[in-house]
């Protein structure tokens, strides 16, 4: 018997269940080809209309303008952080970022390889904010501002958009991607690991304006590449095929539910819900500052963190799994992303009623 649980995972997180039935369906024969996505060569006339089509169809939920390019690469979210300095900084010493959390911090080491960071604003340490637009240092000559819209470990999110002028803006949209409609004309390049809120891990989405390929580093490997990825229409080497195909079928299932607008209206309902419910409870806390609460990612703690353990074995036998928060932060952390029903959602704050009741 097949018996599905709500996974609240940070990623891989779950995925739409009318999108695996659908990938079943296909698996063994794709549309009466005799074979299955994941045997196809990427080159035959069945998987190019499989990549052409998830291209139009993300192309038509996120509105990408004409001048930029859409990019289907593998190296997760962690290849972009030395991608974007190889391909960006075109002669450029120095790069503008912000450091928000985890991955702002893991995104600056990297670029640190290649050029001057300058850390332009950053949360203080123990607080879970960003810094205010109007405090932001920003570097007229940087080559670049990068910043995280979504901080994933920590659940904090940019209430704004910084304003970097003629500075490209670049944005790790690994978390957040799809969550909303996004204005994609005001960045140099968004890109995005595909396991939290595209498809299944090993798949990279770059949306880059074509202005700022065709420069790169001395010794960038021509897989780091934007200009040879993009000649080469994603296919410079073998792609992740399997992952492009189920990005497509999660594409198009977002297209069904009234795409990133109608995505936008349940994603915030789902996380209003979750954080009212944390908010009126005394035993259940969330750190994040208000305005700058995630709807993808919600940590929160137990009043006692002795309950921790028994927490997350009661919620796995309500068919509630993956709720541990990240190791560097602790307590709980429910990830919400698309594929995360407001049944799920409302599965978890009943559970939680009942769980403050029983121990509270
Ligand atoms: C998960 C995540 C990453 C890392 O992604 P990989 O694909 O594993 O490299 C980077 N940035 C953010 C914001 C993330 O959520």
């Known amino acids: 018997m097949m018996s599905r649980v709500y996974n609240f995972s940070a990623g891989p997180a779950a995925l739409p269940e009318e999108v695996l039935k659908q990938a079943q369906e296909e ?27 998830a291209e139009a169809d993300l192309r038509e939920l996120m509105a990408v ?24 900084l075109r002669g450029k010493s120095s790069a503008d970022y912000i450091n928000t959390g985890s991955w702002s911090k893991k995104a600056i080491s990297e670029a640190k390889k290649y050029c001057n960071v300058n850390v332009v604003g950053e949360t203080p340490a123990g607080q879970f904010t960003v810094p205010a637009a109007d405090s932001l240092q920003l ?22 958009l910084p304003e970097s002028g003629d500075v490209p803006l670049v944005g790790d949209f690994s978390s957040t991607i799809l969550s ?24 990279t989405v770059v949306i880059v304006r074509e202005d700022l390929i065709g420069e790169t580093i001395a010794g960038t490997p021509a897989m780091f590449d934007y200009q040879i990825q993009s000649e080469g229409e994603s296919m410079y080497n073998t792609p992740p095929t399997y992952g492009w195909y189920l990005a497509g079928l999660v594409f198009q299932w977002l297209k069904s539910k009234g795409g990133l607008a109608g995505m936008a209206e349940i994603n915030q309902r789902k996380s209003a819900a979750l954080y009212a419910a944390i908010d009126a409870s005394d035993f259940y806390n969330n750190p994040v500052e208000v305005n ?17 353990a028994k927490f997350l074995a009661d919620a796995k036998e309500a068919g509630l799994v993956t709720l541990k928060g990240h190791r560097s932060v602790g307590g709980m952390r429910a990830s919400i992303y698309n594929a ?15 769980f403050e009741k029983r121990n509270g």
């Open 27 to 53: 698996m063994v024969d794709w549309h009466g080809c005799g074979m299955s996505v994941m045997e196809m060569s990427h080159r035959g006339k069945e998987f190019m209309s499989i990549a052409a089509q």
């Open 65 to 88: 303008p004409a001048n930029y390019k859409v990019l289907f690469l593998q190296g997760g979210a962690s290849s972009q952080f030395s991608m974007v300095p190889m391909n960006l």
């Open 139 to 160: 570097n007229a000559d940087a080559a670049y501002l990068h910043y995280t819209p979504n901080e994933t470990i920590q659940g904090i999110e940019f209430p704004y």
């Open 180 to 203: 909303r409609p996004v204005d994609v004309s005001k960045y140099g390049v968004i890109y995005a690991g595909a396991q939290k809120n595209i498809g299944p891990a090993g798949l």
């Open 292 to 308: 700058c609460r995630s709807w993808m990612n919600v940590p929160f703690t137990l009043a006692d963190a002795e309950l921790d």
């Open 340 to 354: 995360m029903p407001e049944a799920g959602v409302q599965a978890l704050i009943d559970f939680m009623a009942d």
